[in-house]
């Protein structure tokens, strides 16, 4: 059997890759079976490779029958020598040959079940290269990340490199989203080598698949590719997919523990409530309860949707090939495939899916206020009995029982989205086939004043722009009844520990006043907030009419309950706030935001090692921040988390000029840049007068967008918070816009169409 080494190499060279000249040596020429020795007549001189070498120097290399292959490597069994001249090529070649009979080499065949008698060891003699860098390059990372190649590399031959006998700098590669960190003590490899490496792994994974093992090495910038052999321990299939696609807007950058542990209850109940109204059959539930479970994922202390669960659970409705592109669409879901066949469940139970799911569209408007109505009375029931002296265990008891009561009925959210989704793609679907612009699709979807994300905003104003004619008295009292209904307002405020205005009063204070240094512009964010674009829209027919009025009512709801979740998450924040305080004051925990280093179980009954796993986890976050924000992540089975010693994250600086998104909010305007990556550390005097470009915004916001100028996204959809409440503050913005943090710098002017979701670099004045 020919060493797959041996048929890559030739396959390789055959693809014009630059390959080091090479030729083999089979075991029949140099071994006399039938008396076991080697021929000595046997002559390397006449191999064409050592005939017309330049620099006389070799690397002898084994290709044993079985090594390399798809199921097992021998790697590391068997002897490679560099660096051989002339004379004692012959004698390498044999001592290659004999390491097939080490001790080593028998027991590893023995642990896989090979029969070592019946191994053949032909020799790869290659023409050696003197380089000035050496590595290995994995296609997928071998822990079992499949979209992130990693390269290994160090200074001198890659004997050095595998033997850690030289320092080495790991390069970890994201194949979705381009971008790369290394680890190390030295930058070893310019991004354009990074990136021809990338590209030469393509190459050679065309030729032999997806996961690869590609030994490299450099010399005056040339690369030079000295074998590629299969990742064994790695299949690719049933890969368990994470996409940050919309959760990021509610989730963006680290969430700690405790936000995590929350959300993965918070889903898991939320969908297996939801599947109960559509389904309605014990059975199926049982046999997809796991599914439910594991609606979201997490790794490196970021959340993502597990995306091909939600494509088992969306493929319970009715159409769902027609409502899953909507679906994706409205999420901002860039990468569109879907797993292949449909959600296993009898034929009536499917027919009877059809019909519970038209019936619950039809109560979805209905169902949503009273859901509205019980989150009101369970918020005023529990301020009325919270008291910060409350006991650890009341405090959970509280926690536990309002979890039941709303996660009963909160799965009717995700029905009015559905709602919402299916009714404004149908409507942008008809206007488009009418011929109607971008800005009127979007006007269309503006001016429903009264959504409910836009009652913070308004009222913060409002109360900004009176200031001077209150008494101190009346102030004080407007600004606890603002914290008392608009508190648990505020940018990542479905983060458990984010600060907000109920938690720390003082950053009111502080949005006001940023609010009043510019008091023209208070004026007229104010008048903004009165104006209805929809009044001004032209007759529709009744069917348009119909289709605008059923997604406004959706898009309303969706906001209505945003909002009435960010209290219920305020809610929970002040529970765990208090039950810290306790902590605090016990002594269990060092400082009252710890708990937030805790998961759910762990703050409710805290185990002996607390303070030492808070500050395990510390250690661990320091870390997740420096890493980039992947947008998907492909795991072989198990999500895991990185753990380095550094890393030093690599900014790639685009050159384009032009970027296009898509429109939410029309409008143009030029104006300096602020790129905002950690929104928590933004002081909001910034924000006046300048385009906001980041990666994706959520619900608070609202605060900072009414005193930008623009806000231009990297994620988002027509449908996404940056879109909605941009369109009813009449600011101009721009969603989807890939590549947009590593090409517009903070200080770029930045000249934008709201309209067309065209963005122009006017001047390059970023660092």
Same mark, same amino acid.
């Given at each position: 059997?020919?060493s797959?080494?041996?048929?890559?190499?030739?396959?390789m060279r055959?693809?014009?890759?630059?390959?080091?000249?090479?030729?083999?040596?089979?075991?029949?020429?140099?071994?006399?079976?039938?008396?076991?020795?080697?021929?000595q007549?046997?002559?390397?001189m006449?191999?064409?490779?050592?005939?017309?070498?330049?620099?006389?120097?070799?690397?002898v290399?084994s290709a044993?029958?079985a090594?390399?292959?798809?199921?097992?490597?021998?790697a590391?069994q068997?002897?490679t020598y /560099?660096?051989?001249d002339?004379?004692?090529?012959?004698?390498?070649i044999?001592?290659c040959c004999?390491?097939?009979?080490?001790e080593?080499v028998?027991i590893?065949?023995?642990?896989?079940g090979?029969?070592?008698?019946?191994?053949?060891?032909?020799?790869?003699?290659q023409?050696?290269?003197?380089?000035?860098?050496? !590595?290995?390059?994995?296609?997928?990372?071998? /822990?079992g990340?499949?979209?992130?190649?990693?390269?290994t590399v160090g200074?001198?031959l890659?004997?050095?490199v595998?033997?850690?006998?030289?320092?080495?700098?790991t390069?970890?590669?994201?194949?979705t989203?381009?971008v790369?960190?290394?680890?190390?003590?030295?930058?070893?490899?310019?991004?354009?080598?990074? +990136?021809?490496?990338?590209r030469?792994s =393509?190459?050679?994974?065309? /030729?032999?698949?997806?996961? #690869?093992?590609?030994e490299?090495? $450099?010399?005056?910038?040339?690369?030079?590719?000295?074998q590629a052999?299969?990742?064994?321990?790695?299949?690719?299939?049933?890969?368990?997919?994470?996409?940050?696609?919309?959760?990021?807007?509610?989730y963006?950058g680290?969430?700690?523990?405790?936000?995590?542990s929350?959300? *993965?209850?918070?889903?898991?109940?939320?969908?297996?409530?939801?599947?109960?109204? %559509?389904?309605?059959n014990?059975?199926?539930?049982r046999?997809?309860a796991?599914?439910?479970?594991?609606?979201v994922?997490?790794a490196n202390?970021?959340?993502?949707?597990? %995306?091909?669960?939600?494509?088992? $659970? #969306?493929?319970?409705?009715?159409?769902s090939?027609?409502?899953?592109?909507?679906?994706?669409?409205?999420?901002g879901?860039k990468?569109?495939?879907?797993?292949t066949g449909?959600?296993?469940?009898?034929?009536?139970? +499917?027919v009877?899916t059809?019909? *519970?799911?038209v019936?619950?569209?039809?109560?979805?408007?209905?169902?949503?206020?009273? #859901?509205?109505e019980?989150f009101?009375?369970?918020?005023?029931?529990?301020? @009325?009995?919270?008291?910060?002296?409350?006991t650890v265990?009341e405090?959970?008891?509280?926690y536990? &029982?309002?979890?039941?009561?709303?996660?009963?009925?909160?799965?009717?959210t995700?029905?009015?989205?559905?709602?919402?989704?299916?009714?404004t793609?149908?409507l942008k679907? +008809?206007?488009k086939?009418?011929?109607?612009? =971008?800005?009127?699709i979007?006007?269309?979807?503006?001016? %429903?004043?009264?959504?409910?994300?836009?009652?913070p905003?308004?009222?913060?104003?409002?109360?900004?722009?009176?200031k001077?004619?209150?008494?101190p008295?009346?102030?004080?009292?407007?600004?606890n009844?603002? %914290?008392?209904?608009?508190?648990?307002?505020?940018?990542? @405020?479905?983060?458990? =520990?984010?600060? &907000?205005?109920?938690?720390?009063?003082?950053?009111?204070d502080?949005?006001?006043?940023?609010?009043?240094?510019?008091?023209?512009?208070?004026?007229?964010?104010?008048?903004? #907030?009165?104006?209805?674009?929809?009044?001004h829209?032209?007759k529709?027919?009744?069917?348009? *009419?119909f289709?605008?009025?059923?997604?406004?009512?959706?898009? +309303?709801?969706? @906001?209505i309950?945003?909002?009435n979740?960010?209290?219920?998450? !305020?809610i929970?924040?002040?529970?765990?706030l208090?039950?810290?305080?306790?902590?605090c004051?016990?002594?269990?925990?060092?400082?009252?935001?710890?708990?937030?280093?805790?998961?759910?179980?762990e703050?409710?009954?805290?185990?002996?090692?607390?303070?030492?796993?808070?500050?395990c986890?510390?250690d661990?976050?320091?870390?997740?921040?420096?890493?980039?924000?992947?947008?998907?992540?492909?795991?072989?089975?198990?999500?895991?988390?990185k753990?380095h010693?550094s890393?030093?994250?690599?900014?790639?600086?685009?050159?384009?000029?032009?970027l296009?998104?898509?429109?939410?909010?029309?409008?143009?305007?030029?104006?300096p840049?602020?790129?905002?990556?950690?929104?928590?550390?933004?002081?909001?005097?910034?924000?006046?007068?300048?385009?906001?470009?980041?990666?994706?915004?959520?619900?608070g916001? $609202?605060f900072?967008?009414?005193m930008?100028?623009?806000?231009?996204?990297?994620?988002?959809?027509?449908?996404?918070?940056?879109?909605?409440?941009s369109r009813e /503050?009449?600011?101009p913005?721009?969603v989807?816009v890939e590549?947009?943090?590593?090409?517009?710098?903070? !200080?770029?002017?930045v000249?934008?169409?709201?309209?067309?979701?065209m963005?122009?670099?006017i001047h390059?004045?970023?660092?």
């Amino acid at each position: 059997m020919t060493s797959s080494k041996i048929n890559h190499l030739t396959a390789m060279r055959e693809a014009n890759i630059n390959v080091p000249p090479f030729s083999v040596v089979r075991w029949e020429e140099m071994y006399d079976t039938q008396q076991q020795c080697f021929r000595q007549d046997w002559d390397p001189m006449q191999l064409e490779v050592v005939a017309h070498s330049s620099s006389g120097l070799f690397a002898v290399r084994s290709a044993a029958g079985a090594e390399d292959g798809s199921t097992f490597s021998f790697a590391g069994q068997f002897e490679t020598y /560099l660096n051989v001249d002339k004379s004692h090529l012959k004698e390498n070649i044999q001592r290659c040959c004999r390491s097939l009979s080490s001790e080593r080499v028998r027991i590893y065949a023995q642990q896989n079940g090979i029969d070592s008698q019946h191994i053949r060891m032909d020799v790869i003699v290659q023409e050696m290269v003197q380089p000035e860098l050496s !590595g290995v390059l994995f296609t997928a990372n071998p /822990l079992g990340l499949l979209n992130e190649s990693v390269i290994t590399v160090g200074h001198g031959l890659g004997e050095g490199v595998v033997s850690d006998r030289v320092n080495t700098t790991t390069y970890y590669f994201h194949l979705t989203d381009k971008v790369y960190y290394y680890e190390g003590k030295e930058n070893l490899l310019s991004d354009d080598l990074v +990136r021809r490496l990338i590209r030469q792994s =393509e190459t050679i994974q065309s /030729l032999f698949g997806e996961y #690869l093992d590609i030994e490299f090495a $450099v010399k005056n910038d040339v690369i030079y590719i000295l074998q590629a052999r299969n990742i064994t321990t790695l299949i690719g299939k049933d890969p368990l997919i994470f996409d940050n696609s919309n959760i990021v807007e509610s989730y963006p950058g680290v969430s700690l523990p405790l936000t995590i542990s929350f959300v *993965h209850s918070v889903y898991a109940g939320v969908f297996q409530g939801v599947c109960r109204r %559509i389904v309605k059959n014990d059975k199926v539930m049982r046999q997809t309860a796991e599914v439910y479970h594991h609606m979201v994922g997490n790794a490196n202390g970021r959340l993502y949707y597990q %995306i091909s669960n939600w494509y088992t $659970v #969306l493929k319970f409705l009715p159409m769902s090939h027609k409502i899953i592109p909507v679906w994706q669409e409205m999420l901002g879901v860039k990468t569109k495939s879907v797993p292949t066949g449909e959600a296993a469940v009898p034929f009536w139970v +499917r027919v009877m899916t059809y019909v *519970h799911f038209v019936s619950e569209m039809f109560r979805v408007p209905a169902n949503m206020r009273k #859901l509205n109505e019980l989150f009101q009375t369970v918020e005023r029931v529990f301020y @009325e009995t919270y008291s910060e002296n409350s006991t650890v265990s009341e405090l959970s008891a509280m926690y536990k &029982t309002i979890r039941q009561q709303l996660f009963a009925v909160w799965d009717v959210t995700l029905l009015n989205d559905m709602y919402a989704f299916i009714f404004t793609g149908l409507l942008k679907s +008809r206007l488009k086939k009418k011929h109607r612009s =971008e800005e009127y699709i979007n006007a269309c979807l503006s001016g %429903i004043s009264d959504i409910e994300s836009m009652k913070p905003v308004r009222e913060l104003i409002t109360l900004a722009d009176g200031k001077e004619a209150y008494s101190p008295e009346e102030y004080a009292a407007l600004k606890n009844d603002y %914290i008392r209904q608009y508190g648990d307002r505020s940018p990542e @405020e479905l983060k458990l =520990e984010s600060r &907000t205005f109920r938690s720390d009063p003082s950053l009111l204070d502080e949005r006001i006043a940023a609010y009043r240094a510019d008091l023209p512009h208070l004026k007229k964010m104010k008048e903004a #907030l009165c104006q209805n674009t929809a009044d001004h829209l032209p007759k529709e027919d009744p069917l348009t *009419h119909f289709l605008r009025k059923r997604a406004a009512i959706g898009i +309303r709801n969706r @906001e209505i309950s945003r909002l009435n979740r960010s209290r219920a998450y !305020g809610i929970v924040r002040l529970i765990f706030l208090t039950i810290g305080k306790q902590y605090c004051q016990s002594g269990v925990l060092e400082q009252q935001r710890d708990i937030f280093y805790l998961t759910l179980e762990e703050a409710m009954d805290p185990p002996s090692d607390i303070r030492q796993r808070v500050q395990c986890r510390k250690d661990d976050y320091a870390l997740y921040q420096t890493l980039p924000a992947y947008t998907r992540l492909i795991f072989e089975k198990q999500e895991f988390d990185k753990h380095h010693r550094s890393v030093n994250t690599y900014h790639q600086s685009q050159n384009a000029d032009r970027l296009v998104g898509t429109p939410c909010s029309f409008g143009e305007v030029t104006a300096p840049v602020l790129v905002v990556t950690d929104v928590s550390q933004l002081d909001t005097e910034q924000v006046r007068g300048k385009i906001l470009v980041t990666k994706m915004t959520d619900p608070g916001w $609202v605060f900072l967008l009414a005193m930008a100028e623009g806000i231009i996204s990297e994620k988002g959809s027509l449908l996404s918070h940056t879109a909605i409440i941009s369109r009813e /503050l009449k600011v101009p913005s721009v969603v989807g816009v890939e590549g947009l943090i590593q090409t517009v710098h903070t !200080g770029d002017t930045v000249h934008m169409n709201g309209s067309t979701g065209m963005i122009e670099i006017i001047h390059r004045g970023g660092a």
